[in-house]
């Protein structure tokens, strides 16, 4: 079967679980970011990639269909870049971060405009629509997360927040934050002004990642303990909840002790609503999140894995390896790596092994 960087068929899917996955025919994203990227995003409605980094910069790509890239525009701040994302029609991208601002930059005209602003770091970004709006919405490390219609230079609701925000994700009409103290905040998006629910994480260290389900039913949560969860919004849902270990290492001849690493990233496949976790130890893996089924699993990649994103389609899966400065600012040198690498996703890697009663 032809697919995206050449030919790929596919095979048994009993074996391709139990053997390591192949990152042989991986691209790697031309003239990549000089310092930590923090976030990978896709446009909707091409081969587009925003990546956002440490180097004070949001840059954007073009990807070809032999995944070869080129560069089309960049964002410049004066500070780390933390966060990036799309209009749900592809022409425009925001990036925000240290500055305490986000920018959004029409990719037609090439005009840049501030479109939010916050007292702290904007830690993260997503467009909602709200009654038939496009809305962005801005998480920060001063305890909020602000609404803002990109015609008018002032919030249109605001959120206050029991803590920092680390993460946010939005589909449809879900919205979830994940705050410091392993707060998570749920939002109906026909009320946002409002908290629908609140919980504390089902994990018991940070939350590093919230990442929603593709049909907006629940959410995954990764934290810092090497662990994630898979969680309903609704009580009736409640008993599909559940947990596991991941991103885990048991040294050679050492059965009693295990190295943790951080899941820095999730991220749901468009199309089969299977999932990946990617990690401090430089690995990621695709799940089965109904099947409770890990689909493939690959080899370490020469350094963390600090983010990731599927393309529309889902037949690209971005991963940057790069510090995530899960050791502090002494280990972030001159000699580590920064790299985004493109992974042609095979026509069975992120398939459902078994009949599920619906997709996330």
Not at 335 to 350: A, F, I, R, S, Y
Request: glycine share 6%; with cysteine.
């Amino acid at each position: 079967m032809s697919t995206l960087f050449g030919a790929t068929s596919a095979t048994n899917a009993a074996a391709q679980s139990n053997t390591p996955g192949d990152i042989s025919k991986d691209v790697v994203l031309n003239f990549p970011p000089e310092d930590s990227i923090s976030d990978l995003s896709f446009s909707p409605t091409a081969e587009l990639l925003a990546v956002a980094s440490w180097d004070n910069k949001v840059r954007i790509y073009e990807i070809n269909a032999n995944g070869q890239s080129a560069g089309k525009a960049i964002i410049n701040y004066e500070t780390p870049a933390l966060s990036c994302c799309w209009t749900r029609d592809g022409t425009k991208v925001v990036g925000a971060g240290a500055d305490k601002i986000a920018i959004l930059l029409d990719l037609q005209t090439g005009k840049e405009n501030r479109v939010a602003f916050h007292e702290a770091p904007i830690r993260c970004s997503r467009f909602v629509e709200v009654n038939g709006s496009p809305i962005l919405v801005t998480g920060s490390w001063d305890k909020t997360v602000k609404y803002w219609d990109l015609r008018q230079p002032s919030p249109v609701a605001n959120l206050d927040c029991q803590e920092r925000v680390y993460s946010l994700d939005a589909i449809n009409k879900l919205l979830v934050i994940g705050t410091a103290d392993r707060y998570i905040n749920i939002v109906n998006m026909d009320q946002p002004a409002k908290f629908y629910k609140t919980i504390q994480s089902p994990l018991k260290w940070q939350t590093r990642v919230v990442s929603c389900f593709t049909d907006a039913t629940g959410f995954a949560v990764g934290s810092i303990e090497g662990r994630c969860a898979i969680q309903y919004v609704e009580e009736k849902d409640s008993s599909a909840n559940f947990s596991f270990k991941c991103h885990r290492q048991t040294p050679p001849n050492s059965r009693d002790v295990s190295n943790v690493y951080s899941v820095n990233a999730i991220s749901f496949h468009p199309v089969h609503g299977t999932f990946s976790t990617a990690g401090s130890d430089g690995t990621f893996h695709f799940w089965d999140g109904n099947a409770k089924h890990r689909l493939k699993g690959y080899p370490e990649v020469g350094g963390p894995i600090s983010s990731t994103a599927f393309n529309r389609t889902g037949t690209i899966f971005a991963y940057a390896v790069s510090y995530d400065w899960s050791k502090g600012y002494a280990s972030n040198t001159p000699q580590t790596v920064n790299k985004v690498m493109l992974h042609p996703v095979g026509p069975d890697e992120c398939k459902p092994r078994t009949k599920a009663t619906g997709k996330r």
